[in-house]
């Protein structure tokens, strides 16, 4: 077996990641950006931790969040790179009040 079979079987088995070229350095912007929303902070953290090594377990406790959230975000970065951190944006959120009821009633005359 080749070093680098040997080590493509280490990564998949271990569940380690490389970063991608540069992105260490994003993630780490991204984190010290004051002005970064607190939940993409805690995707790059999520992503650095576990670059490191750290196991995702210990990277759940670290963030504060549940194992599988780690799960997600280390895959929407294995999938999309830094943009995969970023929020998503949302459709417009369901209207509370139908338009039948909103929609101005006659008057009712009175008896």
């Given at each position: 077996?080749s070093?680098?079979?040997?080590h493509?079987?280490?990564v998949?088995l271990?569940g380690?990641m490389e970063?991608?070229?540069?992105?260490?350095?994003?993630l780490?912007?991204?984190?010290?950006?004051l002005?970064?929303?607190?939940?993409?902070?805690?995707?790059?953290r999520?992503?650095?931790?576990?670059?490191?090594g750290?196991q995702?377990?210990?990277?759940?406790?670290?963030a504060?969040?549940s194992r599988?959230?780690?799960d997600l975000?280390?895959?929407?970065?294995?999938?999309?790179?830094?943009?995969?951190?970023?929020d998503r944006?949302?459709g417009?959120?369901?209207?509370?009040?139908?338009?039948?009821?909103?929609a101005?009633q006659?008057?009712?005359p009175?008896?």
């Open positions: 077996m070093l680098l079979a040997l493509q079987l280490v998949v271990s380690w970063l991608a070229a540069g992105d260490r350095a994003g780490r912007a991204l984190v010290n950006n002005g970064a929303p607190a939940t993409v902070v805690t995707r790059a999520i992503v650095l931790w576990h670059a490191e750290r995702k377990k210990q990277v759940a406790e670290l504060g969040v599988p959230t780690v975000w280390l895959g929407r970065y294995r999938e999309e790179g830094l943009a995969g951190l970023l944006p949302r417009a959120g369901r209207e509370q009040v139908t338009a039948s009821i909103r101005p006659p008057a009712q009175r008896r």
